[in-house]
């Protein structure tokens, strides 16, 4: 029997790996041994997510990895008293994939302990810095405009934009 969900924003933290091109070791670091909280934000007037992980640590990670700003998390995440996936077999939460913009707030705690954390953004975020568009357009109505632009320019595959 699936445990009760005593709150709407009850989750269970299942994984948080780290990757890294510029680490040696090479794979995924594993950051659950580091963590001590994690938010995750949604803004109305953005169209991608932001997050923060702040970390109690005692290996120097942002030196270890090295942690520059390359960096992608993957979290996993799950909500106690729901199942794994949907009955058509589709997973109920997909693992959240974000990248490391910047390292804030890196304080001693004591000679051999820090703690610090890593300002994260979407992919959707990233797509959006990288994107600009720069075309002119005669005779066409704006939503026509639009899904021009979504289809040329950043049409990922993994949704459609509808326009009216």
């Known amino acids: 029997m699936a445990k009760p969900q005593l709150g709407l924003s009850d989750v269970n933290i299942k994984s948080v790996k780290l990757r890294s091109p510029s680490w040696n070791a090479g794979g995924d670091y594993d950051l659950i041994p ?25 290996i120097n990670l942002p030196a270890r990895i090295p942690i520059v ?61 990288h994107s600009r568009v720069s075309k002119s357009y005669k005779d066409m109505r704006a939503n026509e405009i639009a899904l021009d632009i979504w289809s040329e320019y950043l049409d990922d595959g993994r949704g459609d934009i509808f326009t009216e």
Request: hydrophobic share 35%.
């Open 69 to 129: 700003g390359e960096e992608m998390i993957e979290i996993e995440i799950e909500s106690p008293g729901m199942g794994d996936t949907f009955d058509d077999g589709t997973p109920i939460f997909n693992p959240i994939v974000m990248f490391v913009h910047k390292t804030v707030n890196q304080q001693l705690k004591t000679p051999q302990s820090q703690h610090f954390s890593l300002e994260l953004v979407s992919e959707q975020y990233l797509n959006n810095a």
């Open 34 to 58: 580091h963590l001590r909280e994690i938010n995750i934000y949604e803004n109305i007037f953005s169209n991608s997510l932001t997050a923060n992980i702040t970390f109690d640590e005692a």
